[in-house]
């Protein structure tokens, strides 16, 4: 990933998704058919569990309108829209996880 200004945002698609085994495949799946790279993803649950916000990182080009409308034809997208964030947030959380970041457990 390039180096990036901390001050910039990049654009990201925010998906409101049903939860459960398949659903980041279908997604994952669209943007492959149709050559749309994923620069991060970051997914979390909603609530009780039962749907998830995921966020994924794209460079943005001509197709963004296409990506959205065809990606929001999923079964199991509820929601999906453009959405600005701050192009360190994935890198930052990125450098948690790793060496640094809390074990798996919470320990």
Known sequence: MPELNNSATLPALRLTVNNH???????????????????????????DGSTCTMWLMVNEDERMEQIVRQVGKLHDVLEARVAAVDAGIFPRLAAYLGEGGAPLGGA
């Not at 085994?21 to 609530?47: D, K, Q, T, Y």
């Open 21 to 47: 085994p398949g659903v980041m495949s279908h997604v994952c799946g669209l943007f492959a058919r149709r050559a749309f790279n994923l620069e991060a993803i970051l997914v979390s649950p909603v609530g």
